[in-house]
């Protein structure tokens, strides 16, 4: 009987050593990134006439309804775009083209809320239309 349960004791040890040395060898996963810009756009008017630095777009190609922003938006759930096509509509999961109209700040939108996943980032001055988020950006931050 003792050495039944021994054995028992041996199978068991080495079923959680090799679980445990599955779970060390795991890398994390790294969220992949993209410079969106676009050499031939420039940071339209509805962007540095708006309120902020930060600016998304309803549509591609910098149309539509415009949301702009400052500093950082955790959820853009809670965010709508204002006049023009797509009005109203919530900017999360719905925002085509993105523009920096900041001289020293990037601009940051991810695919999750609270800055996870990949994301999309603009340099200063700069324009372009989403890729990672393109109708897939949930936060968004400029710094």
Do not use: H
Not at 73 to 78: C, G, K, P, R
Not at 86 to 95: D, E, L
């Amino acid at each position: 009987m003792a050495s039944v349960k021994r054995s028992a004791g041996l199978v068991l040890a080495t079923l959680l050593a090799i679980t445990a040395s599955l779970f060390a060898t795991v890398a994390p996963a790294t969220a992949a990134s993209r410079n969106i810009t676009n050499n031939s756009w420039s940071v339209p008017a509805s962007c540095s006439n708006s309120s902020g630095l930060l600016c998304f777009y309803y549509r591609g190609s910098l149309g539509g309804a415009l949301y702009s922003m400052r500093g950082y938006v955790a959820n853009l759930n809670n965010a709508r775009f204002g006049s023009g096509d797509g009005s109203g509509v919530v900017v999360r999961n719905n925002a085509a083209s993105m523009a920096n109209d900041s001289f020293a700040l990037t601009g940051y939108s991810w695919v999750y809320v609270n800055r996870g996943g990949n994301y999309d980032y603009l340099p200063p001055g700069n324009a372009g239309q989403l890729y990672y988020t393109w109708n897939n950006g949930a936060s968004a931050e400029i710094i």
